[in-house]
């Protein structure tokens, strides 16, 4: 197995359900009569998209384990408050990408365990 890792599985699903979020939203933001056109709401939940993209290419770059932990906590928290957001917005749509990156996030911490652990011979 190669010494430098590339972007992981869980990763790439993280910032996939991330864009997909945000274009959710935009959508929801900019459109007349979803009920949330214009809202101060919508706007957040289009930035906390914004940084869950980031914050998901910073952790398929980050290669210490103290700063890979404290980014996911960081993407945990984000993904709960925008899924409660999406509920309470009732963008359905949105708390569902949400759920696709709780889902890419454990994909991460299981791969990643799965390859730090020493194998016995």
Not at 12 to 41: C, D, E, K, N, R
Request: charged letters at 10%; one cysteine or more.
């Amino acid at each position: 197995m190669s010494k430098y890792r590339s972007f992981g599985v869980g990763a790439i699903v993280l910032f996939l359900a991330s864009l997909a979020g945000l274009a959710i939203a935009f959508y929801a933001y900019i459109t007349p009569l979803t009920g949330v056109t214009g809202t101060v709401g919508a706007l957040i939940a289009i930035v906390a998209c914004i940084a869950l993209a980031v914050l998901a290419l910073i952790l398929s770059a980050v290669k210490r384990r103290g700063a890979r932990i404290a980014l996911r906590v960081l993407i945990l928290l984000g993904l709960s408050g925008t899924f409660l957001a999406g509920l309470l917005l009732h963008l359905w749509w949105l708390s569902g990408a949400m759920v696709i990156g709780l889902v890419g996030l454990i994909i991460d911490m299981v791969r990643s365990t799965h390859h730090t652990r020493p194998v016995h011979s």
